[in-house]
């Protein structure tokens, strides 16, 4: 019995030095310094400007959640890097740096920009970096509307040791901006800087046709993003307007279906009412007959 | 027409033929609350609304709350009844009479509270004199006058009998003038097989009837609500889920008037253990279905996290939360699980979920009226306490508690003419006791 007590009374201090040891480490420990996630992008944009994106996120339960107030730096020239500038975080976890038109951005020997972008550690995040290499490119677009229907005519060409270089053998897209993003509606191939692209028909448009007809490379190997925008009428008319309609409680006489089955319902109960009354009327009417 | 079983004929007209001191003392706390509410009354008439809780936003307070818990009791009188009647329940007998008096008396009673919410009474004829059928308030008047004509007949039909018993009853010396009422209400009945016939038909049909109104009614006082807009009110279930209530709440009054009347009346021979567990399982399974009806009503609120359905979610959790968890988990679970276990299951534990349920249904009706206009869609541009929160004024309850007095003195004044238990019902399901011999 003794016996047993002791190896009891051992268990239970073994199961609370366990327990104490685990509550000490978990107190014990520091605070985990969180590892971020970066998603860097260059645009050239329908103005020619040119724009640097690093969004900042952290993966979580929920997929990436943004960053918000972390200030990222934008480097530029890989072999010594050179600081351009920094932003900070948004809501959306996006730092944006806008490239002046004048800064003269240095190419490497193969005719390249490199861009690398670092958000800053603190107590909480640890540093997160990505780095972007692109050729610049300049896009045209034209419209052209003929007999064979609608066209987008999109040129682009490169500079190389200060000569103009078409774009040749290259894919490009053409889109239509919609309620949460791009929709691809026609696709086009370069051949000696030219492609022409089909715009469909049958795209809706707003309630007079206009919509804005996006010609893009979108994360292209070698140019990163650069578009073209041009806003025209070559959607279809689409009505977003709710036909007006009137309560017809507020009509001066109720809605026929109204008034035909008040009537049924009504008829139908005070009939039941009168054949019981009339049942009374009877059983008097018995009575009277019995005397 | 005589009954044979003179002890039986005794027990039921009792309180007919003597006055106990129990009867006047009750009745004499009826009138003095009565009298408290009618002082209100002109307090409210003479000062005008500002003497009450209601302002700009709270437009219906207590009143309507009165209103539809009185409405809510009547039909459920009506459809206890109309069923009991229907499928001849052989324990019908001793409760099918108080099922047709609430149905009756609420029903007088009830609209009187919308008198009491109109600003402008003189207003009121319009009503009748302009009637638009296309508004949700003409087809309540219509509604509720209809069905008050159908419960009449209903409740008169059944008493034609117990009338022409008492009529004929030479062993009870009852006053001239009350023989000679019974003789005009009895319709000159002898209960020849003819006038059986008559009478029994006349009475499936109306039952019938009452089943059919009384769910189509409290479904157009549902709509009332259901058709409008506004946060809380705007749902497709309100017409079922206000019929289960109505019945919830009935059968809940039910128990507890037959307790009341049990005791004054020294009815325990007849109003057994049996009928309080019979009415009981009722209301458990009303509770379930009212409970289901609930829980759906609010979790697609909830789920749908429509703006303003949010914002009164938001204050029924936060200001209401007492009298939401008594109204929709209390008010249910207690009946549910008093009922449910055959341990707890006798006449006090019975009682006392019937009061709970009754209790908690009046309130689910307040939190469904007062939060709802606590949350308009415009903001609240004045912003006194009382402007933004209603809270009823001791006028309103005054009038509350007249309206419960003036319902308990129509059942004592109708239990000096009419008997409580219905003879005609305890000969049916009795045969074998009291045997009504034709005069004729």
């Known amino acids: 019995m003794k016996k047993l007590f002791i190896n009891i009374i051992t268990v239970l201090i073994l199961f609370t030095a366990a327990a104490l040891e685990q509550g000490h480490s978990q107190t014990g420990k520091e605070q985990e310094v969180l590892v971020p996630y970066m998603e860097f992008k260059y645009l ?42 920094e932003a900070i975080t948004d809501s959306k976890g996006i730092a944006k740096y806008i490239i002046p038109d004048d800064y003269a951005i240095p190419v490497d020997e193969e005719g390249y920009w490199w861009f690398y972008a670092e958000s800053e550690a603190d107590d909480k995040y640890d540093i997160s970096m990505a780095e972007v290499t692109v050729r610049d490119v300049t896009l045209d677009m034209a419209l ?20 103009k270089v078409p774009v040749s053998d290259e894919d490009i897209f053409v889109y239509v901006p919609r309620m949460f993003s791009l929709l691809p509606v026609a696709e086009g191939y370069f051949i ?19 919509i804005t007809v996006i010609g893009r490379f979108n994360d292209h190997w070698q140019y990163g993003n650069v578009e073209q925008r041009v806003a025209t009428k070559w959607g279809i008319p689409a009505s977003h307007e709710v036909a007006e309609t009137h309560r017809t409680l507020w009509t001066q006489i109720a809605p026929r279906w109204m008034i035909v089955t008040l009537t049924i319902m009504l008829a139908g109960v005070w009939g039941h009412y009168v054949f019981a009354i009339i049942s009374m009327v009877r059983i008097k009417r018995t009575t009277k007959k019995m005397k | 027409m005589e009954i044979r079983n003179k002890s039986l004929l005794k027990d039921f007209t009792s309180e007919i033929v003597t006055t106990s001191r129990k009867w006047y003392l009750l009745f004499g706390f009826f009138v003095i609350i009565w009298a408290l509410g009618v002082y209100a009354l002109v307090l409210q008439i003479d000062k005008g609304h500002v003497v009450t809780g209601m302002r700009d936003n709270v437009v219906w307070g207590v009143y309507i709350v009165n209103f539809i818990f009185f409405m809510g009791l009547s039909y459920a009188g009506a459809l206890i009844s109309g069923v009991l009647h229907l499928f001849k329940s052989p324990w019908r007998a001793p409760v099918i009479r108080f099922a047709e008096l609430i149905t009756v008396i609420s029903l007088c009673v009830g609209p009187f509270f919308i008198f009491f919410c109109i600003g402008r009474l003189d207003r009121l004829p319009f009503l009748f004199a302009y009637p638009r059928i296309q508004s949700p308030i003409t087809w309540d008047v219509i509604a509720i006058c209809t069905d008050l004509i159908g419960c009449f007949i209903f409740l008169y039909l059944s008493l034609i009998e117990d009338f022409a018993i008492l009529r004929d009853t030479k062993d009870i010396s009852f006053k001239p003038w009350k023989r000679k009422l019974y003789e005009v209400l009895a319709l000159g009945y002898q209960g020849t097989e003819k006038q059986y016939k008559l009478l029994s038909r006349a009475k499936n049909i109306m039952a019938a009837m009452i089943i059919a109104i009384a769910i189509i009614v409290y479904s157009v006082l549902a709509w009332i609500f259901g058709v409008t807009l506004q946060p809380g009110w705007h749902s497709t279930i309100f017409g079922p889920y206000f019929v289960i209530a109505a019945v919830f709440s ?39 279905f009212y409970g289901y009806f609930t829980f759906s009503d609010y979790l697609t609120k909830w789920y749908g996290s429509v703006k303003m359905d949010k914002l009164l979610i938001d204050k029924l959790f936060e200001d209401y939360y007492f009298l939401f968890i008594f109204a929709n988990y209390l008010g249910i679970l207690i009946p549910i699980i008093i009922v449910g276990i055959p341990k707890f299951r006798n006449i006090r534990n019975i009682v006392i979920a019937a009061v709970i349920a009754l209790l908690g249904l009046w309130i689910n009706r307040y939190i469904i009226v007062v939060p709802t206009l606590e949350t308009p869609f415009l903001p609240i541009q004045d912003y006194r306490p009382d402007f933004i929160k209603y809270s009823p004024t001791w006028v309103e309850w005054a009038l509350t508690a007249a309206g419960v007095a003036v319902f308990g003195i129509f059942m004592m004044l109708v239990s000096k003419i009419a008997p409580l238990v219905s003879i005609s019902e305890m000969k049916s399901t009795e045969n074998n006791k009291i045997t009504l011999t034709p005069e004729v």
Request: glycine share 10%.
């Open chain 1, 44 to 85: 050239k944009n329908t103005d020619n400007q040119r724009i640097l994106e690093a969004k900042v996120s952290l993966p979580g339960d929920l997929g990436l959640e943004p960053i918000e107030g972390l200030t990222v730096k934008f480097f530029t020239n890989m072999d010594n890097p050179v600081p351009m500038g």
């Open chain 1, 144 to 163: 052209n509307e003929g007999e064979e229907g609608k066209k987008v005519i999109l040129k682009a060409y490169t500079i190389v040791d200060g000569e």
């Open chain 1, 192 to 210: 000696d800087g030219v492609a022409e692209v089909e715009f469909p028909e049958d795209v809706p448009g707003d309630d007079e046709g206009n």
């Open chain 2, 250 to 288: 009935g059968t809940g009054l039910l128990i507890i008037l037959m307790q009341i009347f049990r005791k004054i009346y020294r009815l325990e021979k007849y109003i057994t253990k049996k009928h309080f567990v019979n009415v009981g399982v009722l209301l458990l399974i009303i509770a379930a």
